[in-house]
């Protein structure tokens, strides 16, 4: 009796609660860690540590506690005595971290790819709707240059060089392991890792989709314990920096002068309203806004028990753009959900993005540019235009100006997709796993060019033309559905770890456009289709249907966690093919060896921690191009010529593009070898990757002869296997962390060099102009054999001819059109053989395309990142520098300003009383000096810029908690504060929407600097 009473009392005892308090310390240092979260799995019950690390909370004997922060590992203790100090070990210390491959994970330790990882707090520093601007810097091998400074805008992200030259270069993007079509234009708010698959034998697992490299992204789960909710908002101005340098009033019209005495007579300077001689006027005063806001709001919700967590996030992301009439909006939502049971996972998550987006006039820089200074200021707010002096009717800088201030192109956009996985564990080694994906995307574009009333300021008439007012509407929705299904295997026997699985992978994709416009708008009211009463109108539309198959097997197999290897085989079929070229077979293997685990490598431990050898090769097949290329395409409707003097039209059916049936996969072969190696207990780690990639059979559209009779006006291309080109590259990630006292820091360097050469196009073929790459008319880049995609192929100048005897020269040499003093002075390259020992002597007197030379390109020599991040008590600080050397940036806006007479170094042209200038004499826009693919116009590229600075403070915990919240953070931001570059346009990073067009500029929406105020807080 006495027994069981003494035991009945111990077990009272046992299940009452008591205070369980301690200090968290990290074991790298001994040093309290703050903030780190407690909570009593199985219960509701949780708390944040204080700033000396110290904690106390509400527990009974035998429960398991959970100690989890950011960067360090969790830790669960059961309950044994009221006072527990509990030490967090460092993920950075621990290569079992866990890193997303595809369709599966594998420890760190066992990687054998080259895969890169960026975390939350990487990413969530900076205030912007667009991934890659975020990205930037802090991974290499992956290059990334904004495309646009247009609120909203996407950046053009490259994972280890040009990988198409007709197709897209985008990489893959896979969301919680459902493919993507295109950037899945998530808040950075949203995700939680994000895993770069760089080299093929990584990315092949996701066959043709994965052909320009994979991203992987994680979005944030919920964890158990007690509902977490953190909210976040920031407020913002952005600025311009520097810009075109543009003559003043005084300036232009003695330029003007100094034109009419040394090139035209006929000349009449000046305007010849007298009143206009007192205006001094700039209009990008008018059309660029500086101090336009910007401003985010965040919430995330999350939480759960053993069996159930959950996530919910929500956002808005507000920003006018400094081009007048641009603005952008997006609101992002996501729930997810997770279920666990002892052989059962199932994983949700559905999301949506709506954006909505008014978008400048393309060519508003430009017109704003052309506008002389001495003409009145024009704001857009009347539907009277005038035309130039004497002008009548003729398009001139005030009434093309006025028209792009009126006009209004609005662009909205609703994405929504959708997942749904589950996992069931058949035995203790075998699992499989079903995912299915649904991604849908609309947008609508409508376009309104209202009416206005030209009035000619000579003979003050005045006229309403009905086609220079309408209204266009473009509609278009993107379907994709995915499913997979992995069985997985994962087994250990004594030294011998085997992980294999066999996956089957289904998409289909749709898409449908349709576009119409109709001329002559009635009202200015009213913006739709039926306000314009013109016929006909312009229509068109697109529908097709795209489906991919795959079949993989991948085995992984490790020996004593010392000897890793890894073979995957995949089995590709696309729609895209004829029925004879459908299939393709992609096998990759990779193998890595960790030496520091070696008994031999135990003396220098404790200087190199971890040591690691990886090998790889890999095969990827790539169908970039429009589907139905297999398949001739006849189109009705058309005009379509018979009579031999081509004025006779009939009505009628077309061929608009012929078939290939033979084309086939483009192939990339690719061969990688890495190193690992983190020293002194891992303060210093290094990953150095040296790869080599080859693109065999690309896909090309090669243009036909007008004799195949395809109708005028279509693409007049066929896809073709033609081409070879090779990427090389070198990559370099380091990291340095350190403890010293109450303070750490953080630092991190990355390095990016990747050489890009075409080694084939086609037999008998060795150069191609890029249609899409002109500047004033003429197209400035070339796919040239053994120099990079979409090299700058320009004129050479050497000067100005400044007096007789070297325009006399000159014009001996060269002949054709005779040059006058102040014209450029053209190289005429060596292209003749003149004593016939197989080596070019001498020029053929005549500029032609033979004359134009290698320039460089918009490809940077190499890359680099600096990341910095620094905490001291409440106090946090953190940098991001990025440097991009080598490339060179073609300066259309700084050539229109010459060709159209405005650019301020014209001020100081060659003139006879100036003769030592080397800027020609300003003559005729057609004048070959005009031309815009000289390198009077090249410029370097090169820029260091500072992408972010950051400066935070977080209230004292006693403070916080005393206010009800667990934490509360302020801080400051400047995002592109400051850029160092010789360029002299607006800014040199130039991305280009495609290929063709990098380093490019040509008047695009310049980029901007944005500082900010911020607040977090957690509840």
């Given at each position: 009796?006495?027994?069981?009473?003494?035991?009945?009392?111990?077990?009272?005892?046992?299940?009452?609660?008591?205070?369980?308090?301690?200090?968290?310390?990290?074991?790298?240092?001994?040093?309290?860690?703050?903030?780190?979260?407690?909570?009593?799995?199985?219960?509701?019950?949780?708390?944040?540590?204080?700033?000396?690390?110290?904690?106390?909370?509400?527990?009974?004997?035998?429960?398991?506690?959970?100690?989890?922060?950011?960067?360090?590992?969790?830790?669960?203790?059961?309950?044994?005595?009221?006072?527990?100090?509990?030490?967090?070990?460092?993920?950075?210390?621990?290569?079992?971290?866990?890193?997303?491959?595809?369709?599966?994970?594998?420890?760190?330790?066992?990687?054998?790819?080259?895969?890169?990882?960026?975390?939350?707090?990487?990413?969530?520093?900076?205030?912007?709707?667009?991934?890659?601007?975020?990205?930037?810097?802090?991974?290499?091998?992956?290059?990334?240059?904004?495309?646009?400074?247009?609120?909203?805008?996407?950046?053009?992200?490259?994972?280890?060089?040009?990988?198409?030259?007709?197709?897209?270069?985008?990489?893959?993007?896979?969301?919680?392991?459902?493919?993507q079509e295109g950037d899945p234009r998530l808040s950075t708010n949203e995700i939680e890792t994000i895993d770069v698959l760089k080299?093929?034998?990584?990315?092949?697992?996701?066959?043709?989709?994965?052909?320009?490299?994979?991203?992987?992204?994680?979005?944030?789960?919920?964890?158990?314990?007690?509902?977490?909710?953190?909210?976040?908002?920031?407020?913002?101005?952005?600025?311009?920096?520097?810009?075109?340098?543009?003559?003043?009033?005084?300036?232009?019209?003695?330029?003007?002068?100094?034109?009419?005495?040394?090139?035209?007579?006929?000349?009449?300077?000046?305007?010849?309203?007298p009143e206009w001689l007192t205006n001094n006027n700039d209009l990008r005063d008018v059309i660029l806004v500086n101090d336009a806001?910007?401003?985010?709001?965040?919430?995330?919700?999350?939480?759960?028990?053993?069996?159930?967590?959950?996530?919910?996030?929500?956002?808005?992301?507000?920003?006018?753009?400094?081009?007048?009439?641009?603005?952008?909006?997006?609101?992002?939502?996501?729930?997810?959900?997770?279920?666990?049971?002892?052989?059962?996972?199932?994983?949700?998550?559905?999301?949506?993005?709506?954006?909505?987006?008014?978008?400048?006039?393309?060519?508003?820089?430009?017109?704003?540019?052309?506008?002389?200074?001495?003409?009145?200021?024009?704001?857009?707010?009347?539907?009277?235009?005038?035309?130039?002096?004497?002008?009548?009717?003729?398009?001139?800088?005030?009434?093309?100006?006025?028209?792009?201030?009126?006009?209004?192109?609005?662009?909205?956009?609703?994405?929504?997709?959708?997942?749904?996985?589950?996992?069931?564990?058949?035995?203790?080694?075998?699992?499989?796993?079903?995912?299915?994906?649904?991604?849908?995307?609309?947008?609508?574009?409508?376009?309104?060019?209202?009416?206005?009333?030209?009035?000619?300021?000579?003979?003050?008439?005045?006229?309403?033309?009905?086609?220079?007012?309408?209204?266009?509407?473009?509609?278009?929705?993107?379907?994709?559905?995915?499913?997979?299904?992995?069985?997985?295997?994962?087994?250990?026997?004594?030294?011998?770890?085997?992980?294999?699985?066999?996956?089957?992978?289904?998409?289909?994709?749709?898409?449908?456009?349709?576009?119409?416009?109709?001329?002559?708008?009635?009202?200015?009211?009213?913006?739709?289709?039926?306000?314009?009463?013109?016929?006909?109108?312009?229509?068109?539309?697109?529908?097709?249907?795209?489906?991919?198959?795959?079949?993989?097997?991948?085995?992984?197999?490790?020996?004593?966690?010392?000897?890793?290897?890894?073979?995957?085989?995949?089995?590709?079929?696309?729609?895209?093919?004829?029925?004879?070229?459908?299939?393709?077979?992609?096998?990759?293997?990779?193998?890595?060896?960790?030496?520091?685990?070696?008994?031999?490598?135990?003396?220098?431990?404790?200087?190199?921690?971890?040591?690691?050898?990886?090998?790889?090769?890999?095969?990827?097949?790539?169908?970039?191009?429009?589907?139905?290329?297999?398949?001739?395409?006849?189109?009705?409707?058309?005009?379509?010529?018979?009579?031999?003097?081509?004025?006779?039209?009939?009505?009628?059916?077309?061929?608009?593009?012929?078939?290939?049936?033979?084309?086939?996969?483009?192939?990339?072969?690719?061969?990688?070898?890495?190193?690992?190696?983190?020293?002194?207990?891992?303060?210093?780690?290094?990953?150095?990757?040296?790869?080599?990639?080859?693109?065999?059979?690309?896909?090309?559209?090669?243009?036909?002869?007008?004799?195949?009779?395809?109708?005028?006006?279509?693409?007049?291309?066929?896809?073709?296997?033609?081409?070879?080109?090779?990427?090389?590259?070198?990559?370099?990630?380091?990291?340095?962390?350190?403890?010293?006292?109450?303070?750490?820091?953080?630092?991190?360097?990355?390095?990016?060099?990747?050489?890009?050469?075409?080694?084939?196009?086609?037999?008998?073929?060795?150069?191609?102009?890029?249609?899409?790459?002109?500047?004033?008319?003429?197209?400035?880049?070339?796919?040239?054999?053994?120099?990079?995609?979409?090299?700058?192929?320009?004129?050479?100048?050497?000067?100005?001819?400044?007096?007789?005897?070297?325009?006399?020269?000159?014009?001996?040499?060269?002949?054709?059109?005779?040059?006058?003093?102040?014209?450029?002075?053209?190289?005429?390259?060596?292209?003749?053989?003149?004593?016939?020992d197989g080596i070019a002597d001498k020029g053929d007197g005549v500029l032609n395309d033979q004359d134009r030379v290698y320039s460089?390109?918009?490809?940077?020599?190499?890359?680099?990142?600096?990341?910095?991040?620094?905490?001291?008590?409440?106090?946090?600080?953190?940098?991001?520098?990025?440097?991009?050397?080598?490339?060179?940036?073609?300066?259309?806006?700084?050539?229109?300003?010459?060709?159209?007479?405005?650019?301020?170094?014209?001020?100081?042209?060659?003139?006879?009383?100036?003769?030592?200038?080397?800027?020609?004499?300003?003559?005729?826009?057609?004048?070959?000096?005009?031309?815009?693919?000289?390198?009077?116009?090249?410029?370097?590229?090169?820029?260091?810029?500072?992408?972010?600075?950051?400066?935070?403070?977080?209230?004292?915990?006693?403070?916080?908690?005393?206010?009800?919240?667990?934490?509360?953070?302020?801080?400051?931001?400047?995002?592109?504060?400051?850029?160092?570059?010789?360029?002299?346009?607006?800014?040199?990073?130039?991305?280009?929407?495609?290929?063709?067009?990098?380093?490019?500029?040509?008047?695009?929406?310049?980029?901007?600097?944005?500082?900010?105020?911020?607040?977090?807080?957690?509840?």
């Open positions: 009796m006495i027994v069981m009473l003494v035991f009945c009392c111990f077990n009272t005892v046992q299940a009452q609660e008591i205070t369980v308090q301690g200090t968290i310390k990290s074991t790298d240092d001994g040093m309290p860690i703050p903030g780190a979260t407690v909570i009593v799995k199985g219960s509701t019950k949780g708390t944040v540590t204080n700033f000396d690390g110290e904690y106390a909370i509400k527990a009974k004997m035998g429960d398991l506690i959970s100690v989890s922060y950011i960067g360090m590992l969790t830790k669960n203790v059961p309950v044994t005595s009221k006072f527990m100090n509990i030490s967090l070990k460092s993920k950075s210390q621990d290569l079992d971290e866990v890193v997303v491959i595809g369709y599966g994970t594998v420890k760190k330790k066992e990687l054998t790819g080259a895969v890169s990882q960026l975390k939350a707090d990487d990413i969530e520093r900076f205030i912007t709707p667009d991934l890659g601007s975020a990205m930037q810097g802090q991974i290499a091998g992956v290059n990334i240059a904004a495309s646009s400074g247009e609120p909203g805008a996407q950046s053009n992200i490259q994972i280890r060089g040009i990988t198409s030259l007709s197709g897209s270069n985008t990489p893959l993007f896979v969301v919680d392991g459902i493919p080299d093929a034998a990584s990315a092949a697992v996701y066959g043709t989709r994965g052909a320009s490299g994979v991203i992987l992204i994680t979005t944030k789960k919920g964890k158990e314990g007690s509902m977490k909710v953190d909210f976040g908002t920031t407020y913002g101005v952005q600025r311009l920096g520097q810009g075109i340098a543009l003559m003043d009033a005084s300036q232009q019209l003695y330029f003007e002068v100094q034109q009419k005495k040394n090139y035209s007579a006929a000349f009449d300077p000046g305007p010849t309203r806001e910007s401003k985010t709001y965040n919430l995330n919700v999350s939480g759960g028990t053993k069996n159930f967590t959950y996530n919910v996030a929500g956002g808005l992301f507000s920003a006018d753009g400094v081009l007048v009439g641009s603005s952008f909006k997006r609101y992002n939502g996501r729930a997810s959900t997770s279920y666990n049971t002892d052989h059962w996972k199932i994983n949700t998550s559905i999301g949506f993005i709506m954006e909505d987006r008014d978008r400048a006039t393309n060519n508003l820089i430009t017109d704003a540019i052309r506008y002389k200074p001495y003409f009145p200021i024009i704001d857009g707010s009347s539907d009277v235009f005038y035309t130039e002096e004497g002008a009548g009717g003729v398009e001139t800088p005030l009434n093309t100006l006025a028209q792009d201030l009126k006009r209004k192109d609005n662009e909205r956009t609703d994405k929504i997709n959708a997942s749904l996985s589950v996992t069931r564990d058949l035995t203790k080694e075998l699992s499989f796993t079903t995912r299915v994906g649904a991604n849908t995307s609309s947008q609508i574009r409508n376009i309104f060019r209202p009416k206005y009333t030209l009035v000619d300021l000579t003979t003050g008439s005045s006229s309403v033309d009905p086609l220079k007012s309408g209204v266009e509407a473009q509609s278009s929705r993107l379907s994709v559905f995915s499913w997979d299904g992995t069985l997985s295997y994962k087994k250990k026997i004594g030294k011998h770890g085997f992980d294999a699985i066999v996956t089957s992978a289904f998409e289909e994709r749709s898409y449908q456009e349709f576009y119409a416009t109709r001329n002559g708008v009635i009202s200015n009211e009213i913006e739709v289709l039926n306000n314009a009463g013109q016929d006909p109108g312009a229509y068109s539309g697109v529908n097709y249907v795209n489906k991919t198959a795959g079949f993989i097997g991948r085995i992984q197999y490790n020996y004593d966690g010392k000897y890793l290897f890894s073979v995957l085989g995949r089995r590709d079929g696309s729609s895209k093919f004829g029925k004879d070229y459908r299939w393709g077979s992609f096998p990759s293997l990779s193998a890595a060896w960790n030496v520091s685990d070696e008994k031999f490598w135990q003396p220098l431990i404790g200087t190199v921690n971890n040591f690691k050898i990886r090998l790889s090769r890999g095969t990827v097949g790539n169908d970039s191009f429009d589907p139905y290329q297999y398949s001739s395409v006849i189109t009705g409707r058309r005009n379509y010529v018979f009579d031999t003097n081509d004025t006779a039209l009939t009505l009628g059916s077309a061929v608009v593009s012929y078939a290939n049936p033979e084309v086939k996969w483009e192939t990339s072969i690719s061969n990688n070898i890495g190193v690992d190696l983190a020293f002194f207990k891992n303060k210093f780690t290094l990953t150095a990757d040296y790869y080599v990639t080859k693109k065999q059979d690309m896909l090309f559209p090669v243009r036909l002869p007008g004799s195949t009779g395809v109708v005028n006006g279509e693409p007049q291309n066929v896809i073709l296997n033609i081409g070879n080109m090779t990427n090389k590259g070198l990559e370099i990630g380091a990291n340095y962390q350190q403890k010293i006292g109450k303070s750490k820091f953080n630092l991190g360097l990355t390095f990016t060099k990747n050489t890009n050469v075409i080694t084939k196009i086609v037999d008998g073929v060795d150069i191609i102009y890029n249609p899409n790459s002109q500047v004033l008319g003429d197209p400035a880049t070339v796919f040239k054999v053994g120099r990079e995609a979409a090299s700058f192929w320009l004129y050479q100048t050497d000067g100005v001819l400044k007096n007789d005897a070297e325009v006399t020269a000159y014009n001996n040499l060269t002949g054709g059109t005779p040059s006058q003093k102040g014209d450029l002075r053209f190289v005429d390259q060596l292209t003749v053989d003149s004593d016939g460089g390109s918009g490809l940077p020599d190499f890359e680099m990142g600096f990341n910095m991040s620094w905490n001291y008590k409440n106090f946090d600080m953190s940098m991001n520098w990025y440097a991009s050397v080598g490339a060179e940036v073609i300066n259309g806006t700084k050539a229109d300003a010459y060709a159209r007479f405005r650019h301020a170094d014209l001020v100081n042209m060659w003139t006879a009383d100036n003769p030592t200038s080397n800027i020609p004499l300003a003559k005729v826009r057609t004048h070959r000096d005009s031309s815009g693919i000289s390198d009077l116009f090249l410029e370097d590229g090169s820029y260091l810029r500072l992408k972010l600075i950051t400066l935070g403070y977080s209230l004292p915990k006693s403070v916080s908690t005393a206010m009800g919240i667990s934490k509360l953070r302020f801080y400051v931001s400047g995002q592109n504060p400051i850029t160092f570059t010789k360029y002299s346009g607006f800014d040199p990073e130039i991305g280009g929407n495609n290929v063709a067009q990098r380093g490019l500029d040509l008047s695009r929406f310049p980029l901007t600097s944005l500082y900010s105020l911020g607040v977090n807080v957690t509840f």
